[in-house]
């Protein structure tokens, strides 16, 4: 049965170097997942910071990106990867969050809208690039952009913050997306992003189906029972993709759940040593393919 969205949540911390991400994304090729689009995390790969401009960093993003789904087979009309790229540990040196957009063709986009610790550092793309006509109408948000529809945020919002929610607000009015996907780093509570969501909800009805891809892990343990994080970040209908990286193989089909387990723990916690193992505290959460054409040759 087809989905429109079928989207990756990762239970367990996650190294996001691409070695890892390609063995899960094999792992989920083995089911049997039928989808419009099919979404991985914010930050799924993290590749090595070497750029002087925006447009190196998309290129490259591109290339690792298309080296991620070399060999892949995941029967979606449409894929999503989240890449990072950090020049430092510190948010406040140059760093990307990217999430391209595969059809047949790439369509890049990333974070425009940067936690206070990210203000500095953060390259932001245009607020334009988040609108995707695609084979519905998408609207494609990195991980804190979703924090636009927080009606919280906005309130509190002055000067440049102010001015990008309401314009990208009233992008998304005109607009009138059918399909929201969202890409956060992390997310181990149902109310992260429940504020954001329902909000979004009120100001766009046209949108029939959203869904976040995550990863569920917070240091100090998670806030939230894991069921219930799936169940408070999607609505319409979606599939979810669980990988638990802390336990043995195992594949099973719930309905629109899908659950499997990696074969190692110790595979998916390894470190990259070229770049940070995983985004820096301040990116992780706000505060309070045809089986053909959907992947490159």
Not at 36 to 55: A, L, R
Request: glycine residues 6%.
């Amino acid at each position: 049965m087809k989905t429109k969205i079928c989207r990756l949540f990762i239970k367990g911390n996650f190294s996001r170097s691409l070695e890892d991400a390609w063995s899960v994304l094999e792992n989920v090729s083995e089911l049997d997942i039928n989808c419009d689009y099919f979404m991985t995390p914010g930050g799924f790969i993290n590749i090595p910071w070497k750029f002087n401009s925006f447009s190196e960093a998309v290129e490259e993003a591109k290339r690792r990106a298309e080296e991620l789904l070399r060999g892949i087979e995941i029967d979606a009309n449409c894929i999503t990867v989240g890449v990072d790229s950090y020049s430092s540990s510190s948010l406040r040196k140059p760093h990307v969050e990217l999430v391209g957009v595969y059809d047949g063709d790439w369509h890049f986009t990333g974070k425009s809208y940067p936690t206070v610790g990210q203000e500095r550092g953060l390259i932001r793309t245009s607020l334009e690039s988040h609108f995707m006509e695609l084979s519905d109408k998408v609207m494609v948000l990195g991980c804190h952009d979703l924090t636009i529809f927080n009606p919280r945020a906005k309130a509190a919002a002055k000067g440049w913050r102010r001015e990008t929610i309401e314009r990208f607000l009233s992008l998304a009015e005109s607009f009138e997306p059918d399909v929201v996907l969202h890409h956060p780093h992390f997310t181990d509570s149902k109310f992260t992003w429940l504020a954001a969501w329902k909000n979004l909800e009120k100001l766009l009805p046209s949108v029939k189906h959203y869904a976040s891809s995550s990863v569920y892990f917070r240091e100090d343990g998670e806030r939230s029972k894991f069921d219930d994080v799936l169940v408070f970040t999607k609505k319409g209908d979606v599939g979810d993709v669980v990988v638990n990286t802390a336990k043995v193989m195992s594949i099973t089909q719930e309905s629109n759940l899908y659950r499997f387990k990696t074969k190692s723990k110790s595979n998916y916690l390894a470190t990259q040593p070229d770049c940070p193992s995983s985004p820096p505290a301040d990116c992780r959460s706000p505060s309070d393919l045809k089986r053909s054409s959907a992947r490159p040759s």
